[in-house]
């Protein structure tokens, strides 16, 4: 990489930017929440194939034929072309109901392949989400303790801060945009986790090779280093993020309906780990570990 | 140029191309596919403790063994019948079959009671007294079957008791007075005692049972045993066949077009070692088949999904290799120190990055359940394989071109132009 410039010096507007949009997504957060799935919430959700664009009229025409009742909001597209429909019903469905739902598909739309229908129990629903909170935090337990062990406790904090900002800012994206948070949500939030981590350790571990050949005096020959190491590990950040980022993008043009909403949180949390890894986690940890080194400023006015 | 190293690196990479050619396809085949990806129906569901019957770890072995048995009644392919939480049961069953009466099999109890005594409700239902409780399903033998009554030609099922003395006492008992044999708390017969019956069998006919067929799926039931605990099913996903069908060639197709975009990327940014990486990857590709069909791992969608992801991952083991290559002969390093000095800086950071992602995959492992497990083992099975492929394999292979003298310009190995080196 030729085009360098400091990134730890113009570490103010990375943490400005990161903290806006971490306080907007907490805003967020607090006036609406998750649009939870029926993973997380008690009640009967269909899915159906129709292989033709959803017209909602058309749905709300056939669930009325059935004598079904449902909210408003309850039938969303999904699926890339936007053929298949996703039916949320607020009480389980009798297997006669899924029955009369299924004939009624086939009669309304007769180029559908036919229903995913998922049913949960709300004590069912309470035991994932419990499950899913302890994966993410135990997750980061372990993480921090094998980078302290590797590497130094500071390392550690600055990777966790940096991959809860990644997770943050998934969650708050989903939030904004009203999007299903099922099961599936929490695995690609593991997996932003993990890469998150993965992209800031191969950074992290230039940083400490560099600090064996030479041991900075100053604040400013600390920076120097932590901005060589950056550019020197560039080319591989954005190779890397770029073929993984050709899989999660593949997936989500192509991929079935139903990981269509994880792949989508796969790739905008890949973008803000590869962004996190190099613009928040490293600055972050200039800033703790150069606490102790004295300013270049003072040292040059003392010659 | 030594012709024997470079035959050694165009052996290795034909016999790579033509295993996966070759083997591909019927490895592909023989590797179990989740109800997700071909179709099927998955239950949960909670043991419930009664009244004065708690749950003891015995008691929930032997309803586990019970649903197994009446799982393996419906005769799908590979059910997977598991116990999560300590307390729920989950059973996934792929293919096509009837899900109701598959529901109705593993849910549904055939508790068989034998009555001396019994009066009738005013809505002209029957109550058993439960003072004169004479027998159970659990004195039965299970070899109970279906069968016709000589003299009427009426259908019911052949009952034997383990016990033969008990029944005869309790025919000697009964003779001539009618016992009350109830099905799940209905009045199935009251038949009149007519003979002593010495050999410990019986003929229960009459209710529902007019035809072979009700009278077999009864002889079934009640051959399965009672479930020690009653069963609630508390969660169901259920999977048509042609739409899971539609989901796997969806994500093949991904698959596949992430594969091509990813060869011409490494190709177009490392040239030869690209080439590598790319041959590296077809590897990782064939093992992860290879060990899915091998260790009778389940593929779901989300397995499938960490797969393709976790192939970025091997990738990101040989660029973070050759960049570091690039920077050696930038450094001015020979072709070959270079890669030497790369492939041993490089091996440590792919461990730590590897090791971090693995302890959150093998944590999802732990803490997760369905979906998430499914997508952890996947993963942890990726790392590992990747390891193989992207650091052993394509470091032997890059040093075998290097050290054939085939090439001998940095720009094949995706160096600069110019930089002159031996």
Request: net charge positive; hydrophobic share 50%; charged share 15%.
């Amino acid at each position: 990489m030729k085009v360098r410039f400091s990134i730890v010096q113009r570490r103010r507007w990375f943490f400005l930017l990161s903290g806006l949009i971490t306080v907007a997504g907490f805003i967020v957060f607090l006036l609406s929440g998750f649009n939870l799935g029926t993973d997380f919430r008690s009640g009967s959700r269909v899915q159906m194939q129709l292989n033709q664009p959803v017209d909602v009229g058309r749905v709300e025409q056939m669930l009325r034929a059935g004598g079904f009742s449902v909210p408003q909001g309850a039938i969303t597209a999904a699926g890339t072309r936007g053929d298949a429909v996703v039916i949320r019903f607020p009480t389980v469905l009798s297997q006669a109901q899924q029955d009369t739902l299924q004939r009624l598909e086939k009669q309304y739309f007769p180029r559908s392949q036919g229903a995913d229908v998922r049913t949960v129990d709300p004590i069912v629903a309470k035991i994932l989400s419990r499950k899913a909170v302890w994966a993410v935090a135990l997750a980061s337990l372990f993480i921090v303790v094998y980078i302290a062990i590797r590497f130094e406790y500071r390392f550690a904090v600055a990777a966790i801060v940096a991959l809860l900002h990644d997770a943050f800012i998934v969650m708050s994206f989903f939030a904004l945009f009203r999007l299903e948070v099922d099961t599936l949500f929490v695995t690609a939030v593991l997996t932003i986790v993990g890469y998150s981590v993965n992209d800031t350790i191969v950074i992290f571990d230039r940083i400490r090779e560099n600090l064996k050949a030479e041991k900075p005096k100053t604040f400013e020959e600390l920076e120097a280093l932590v901005d060589r190491s950056l550019w020197q590990t560039m080319s591989r950040s954005i190779n890397t993020v770029l073929t993984v980022l050709i899989a999660a993008v593949m997936l989500f043009l192509f991929g079935g309906a139903s990981i269509h909403t994880f792949t989508l949180a796969l790739i905008i949390g890949l973008v803000s780990g590869a962004y996190s890894s190099i613009f928040i986690a490293s600055p972050l940890w200039v800033v703790w570990r150069g606490r102790a080194l004295p300013r270049a400023a003072t040292a040059a006015k003392t010659p | 140029m030594r012709w024997g190293r470079f035959g050694a690196f165009l052996a290795i990479a034909v016999a790579i191309v033509g295993l996966t050619a070759g083997t591909a396809l019927p490895l592909w085949k023989s590797i179990r596919l989740g109800l997700d990806l071909q179709g099927g129906f998955d239950l949960l569901y909670q043991i419930e403790p009664t009244k004065g019957h708690p749950l003891t770890p015995s008691g929930i072995q032997a309803a586990l063994q019970a649903v197994e048995m009446r799982v393996n009644r419906i005769g799908t392919g590979s059910p997977v019948i598991e116990l999560e939480n300590g307390n729920q049961i989950r059973v996934e069953l792929a293919g096509v079959f009837n899900h109701d009466e598959a529901k109705k099999i593993i849910g549904e109890t055939a508790e068989l009671e034998i009555y001396g005594k019994a009066t009738q409700r005013k809505d002209g239902s029957w109550q058993p007294d439960p003072k004169t409780l004479l027998m159970t399903g659990d004195d039965l033998k299970s070899d109970a079957h279906w069968s016709t009554d000589p003299n009427t030609g009426e259908n019911g099922v052949t009952v034997n008791f383990k016990d033969p003395q008990k029944w005869e006492n309790i025919t000697k008992a009964y003779l001539g007075k009618p016992i009350y044999i109830f099905l799940n708390g209905q009045l199935l017969n009251d038949p009149v005692v007519r003979d002593i019956m010495v050999n410990g069998s019986s003929f229960i006919s009459g209710g529902d049972l007019t035809t072979p067929q009700a009278c077999i799926e009864l002889a079934d039931a009640l051959n399965a045993g009672a479930l020690p605990y009653p069963l609630r099913l508390v969660s169901q996903t259920d999977v048509g066949p042609s739409l899971g069908a539609a989901s796997l060639r969806a994500t093949m197709w991904a698959g596949l077009a992430a594969v091509c975009l990813i060869f011409l990327f490494m190709f177009a940014v490392y040239r030869l070692a690209g080439l590598i990486a790319d041959l590296a990857l077809v590897a990782y590709a064939y093992l992860v088949l290879a060990t899915f069909a091998a260790a009778q791992v389940v593929l779901t969608l989300p397995g499938l999904a960490a797969l393709i992801l976790g192939m970025g991952m091997a990738v990101d083991a040989n660029i973070i290799t050759y960049e570091r290559m690039k920077e050696e002969m930038r450094n001015g390093k020979s072709l070959q120190s270079s890669v030497v000095a790369a492939n041993r800086h490089a091996l440590r950071t792919i461990l730590d990055s590897n090791t971090t992602t693995f302890l959150a995959a093998a944590v999802m492992y732990w803490v997760g359940q369905g979906d998430i497990r499914g997508f952890a083992v996947a993963l942890m099975f990726s790392i590992l394989i990747s390891l193989l492929t992207a650091v052993l394999l394509s470091r032997a292979m890059l040093l075998l071109l290097v050290r054939s003298g085939a090439v001998r310009r940095p720009w094949w190995l995706g160096g600069p132009k110019g930089a002159v080196s031996r």
